[in-house]
């Protein structure tokens, strides 16, 4: 209270002051020695004195009743008046109780009990310090010899001690768990003083204790923080003066900022935000103008949270599309894997302590997992199983990657009116469909994968924006028959080449669109993405789509067949006249001819 007093009016706290002379006065050490035993963690000073007689003033008495901590024991009412002054700690003992037969000198030992407490003995356990003092040793006569007990014990450690060995707890307790006086001086000088001017006893020269080292916390603090936390600015010079009558060292600071010493009586102070709360109570509350309080998040996108939003708008595309998620281990069997053609992790890098004889590797698609999910499905009576899942894949070398794969088994959709309970089969072309619908524009090329779980002649690789991103197949009928599974499609997509980024709205024509149809015979094993590379490489810029609508083969055509492709032609610029179309049209039926030997059915 008085540093705060101190504080508010800008005034220099008065220290105590109490100079006992000893010269005349027999040491403490021929009445007393001191034992310590270990590293107690507490500080202590012990005084003696030879009570005459111990008398409680009126004066005392009422202001003891005021605070309701009434004594009937003189000794121990003045030392609870000196404690509630000064926060200093103080107990008393008989030096009778320290007394050995066969010694010359009373001993007081301290060390700390099998639980970790500090403790005081003598011909026994004479208190625990900080919680409670045992009855056999205090003070009952208003005379003899006595020694007096300053002690502090930091509020932290007594607390955790407490929390962790439950103990019966003296009324000092709640004093020392919250943080008494450190500086023991000001009690026992206090105390020592009263005595003296009491005239009722006589005080033994010197005093033994023990103190440990203590570094104080050092926090720094920046004005400009100071004013960003309270929402105005406060004077340095009225901060600093805060600071120093509230007892704080700030002699190390600089003129950028504050390098607060705490001292050890303020064992709260933990932070800068405590060191403000300080300011601001110290200034008040009141005083300071209110402000709207203004929130403005930070931009703190990175690129981990566009991978999760990635994944979670494929997730749900696929929801969208009718596929049900299935989450499988990243481990899988090596031998199964192998069997199907897959390459697995090199053997140097192979797991050392698999989970399972049946989960002994890293696995290298996500294909094997959704196959076996799909025939439980299938045998547990399921004639419709789509399913997809996303997740990480491992190369030989153990590097990781993230891909998505689809699988549909079975009928295309479930029994309805519609289809009169007969639902057709998944085919190639549905299962294509519902792939672009989830991974955007593709397109087919004809490819061999590498493992055994494609069918050799319906199997295509997908690209998008002129790169390979994954494959698209049919599983092979011995395998739909060994799992007990019905016509089985299945795709796996490197899941980071597929687009995603933002939108761009682009400008559209309001010129009208016309059509044109171009039918062409060509030789049969012609595949389509060969026709498609050379109407992109001679195709004009009016020409902006196409796309084949038919393609028909009789006896008649040998091996040949005729393609119908439909273009779509339009100019963002004008109307387009006839010969401009006919002449976009010319150009690309002279490279069909010349390229592939295609001809005007």
Avoid at 22 to 50: C, M, P, Q, S, T
Avoid at 126 to 138: F, L, M, W
Avoid at 423 to 429: N, Q, R, S
Wanted: overall charge negative; charged content about 25%.
């Amino acid at each position: 209270m008085a540093r705060d007093l101190c504080a508010a009016f800008n005034r220099s706290l008065k220290s105590f002051e109490y100079d006992a002379s000893d010269e005349n006065r027999v040491g403490i050490g021929k009445l007393l020695r001191l034992e310590v035993e270990g590293d107690i963690g507490v500080n202590v000073d012990y005084h003696a004195v030879e009570v005459e007689s111990f008398s409680v003033s009126l004066l005392m008495q009422l202001r003891l009743a005021q605070i309701g901590e009434p004594r009937n024991n003189p000794v121990e009412a003045w030392l609870e008046y000196v404690t509630h002054s000064t926060g200093v700690i103080l107990r008393a003992y008989p030096v009778a109780f320290f007394e050995r037969g066969g010694e010359d000198k009373a001993q007081i030992t301290l060390k700390k009990d099998e639980r970790g407490f500090a403790c005081v003995y003598g011909k026994q356990l004479a208190s625990v310090i900080g919680i409670r003092q045992e009855e056999e040793s205090r003070v009952h006569e208003a005379a003899g010899k006595i020694v007096i007990e300053a002690s502090y014990i930091p509020p932290e450690v007594i607390s955790q001690l407490m929390a962790e060995h439950k103990i019966e707890s003296g009324p000092l307790y709640y004093r020392t768990s919250r943080g008494s006086e450190p500086q023991l001086r000001i009690g026992v000088d206090f105390f020592m003083k009263m005595l003296e001017e009491a005239g009722c006893c006589t005080m033994y020269g010197g005093n033994l204790e023990h103190t440990d080292e203590y570094e104080p916390r050092m926090v720094r603090l920046d004005t400009e923080y100071i004013t960003q936390v309270i929402g105005t600015q406060i004077d340095k010079g009225r901060i600093a003066k805060i600071f120093q009558n509230l007892g704080f060292d700030i002699s190390r600071s600089s003129e950028e900022h504050f390098l607060v010493a705490v001292p050890r009586f303020r064992h709260d102070i933990v932070n800068r935000q405590d060191l403000i709360e300080e300011i601001v109570r110290i200034v008040g509350i009141d005083n300071i103008p209110s402000k709207p309080f203004v929130f403005a998040e930070a931009d703190r996108l990175e690129p981990d949270y566009f991978a999760y939003k990635k994944r979670q708008t494929y997730r749900h595309r696929a929801a969208q599309s009718g596929f049900f998620e299935s989450v499988h281990f990243v481990f899988n069997e090596r031998a199964k894997l192998e069997a199907f053609g897959f390459s697995c992790l090199d053997e140097r890098l192979e797991l050392l302590n698999p989970i399972a004889g049946t989960l002994d590797t890293l696995r290298p698609t996500l294909l094997s997992g959704l196959l076996e999910a799909a025939s439980m499905n299938a045998k547990n009576g399921r004639k419709r199983v789509p399913l997809f899942e996303i997740g990480s894949v491992f190369d030989t070398q153990r590097r990781e990657s993230v891909k998505m794969a689809l699988l549909f088994a079975g009928q295309r959709e479930a029994d309805s009116l519609d289809n009169a309970g007969k639902p057709a089969v998944i085919d190639f072309a549905a299962f294509s469909t519902l792939c672009a619908d989830i991974v955007g524009d593709i397109v087919f090329k004809p490819t061999q994968p590498p493992h055994r779980l494609a069918h050799p002649y319906q199997c295509a690789s997908v690209w998008q924006e002129g790169r390979k991103i994954g494959e698209v197949f049919r599983l092979h009928p011995t395998l739909e028959t060994q799992m007990d599974l019905p016509q089985t499609l299945m795709g796996e997509f490197d899941f980071d080449a597929l687009a995603y980024g933002q939108v761009e709205a682009k400008p559209y024509s309001k010129y009208p669109a016309s059509f044109r149809d171009l039918s062409l015979v060509m030789p049969e094993d012609i595949a389509y993405d060969t026709v498609a590379e050379v109407i992109e490489k001679h195709r004009s810029p009016e020409m902006i789509r196409f796309y084949p609508v038919d393609r028909y083969q009789d006896e008649k055509m040998g091996e040949k067949m005729s393609l119908t492709l439909r273009f779509v032609l339009q100019s963002p610029e004008k109307t387009l006249e006839e010969e401009e179309i006919t002449g976009a049209m010319q150009a690309v039926q002279d490279a069909l001819e010349n390229e592939l030997g295609a001809v005007l059915r």
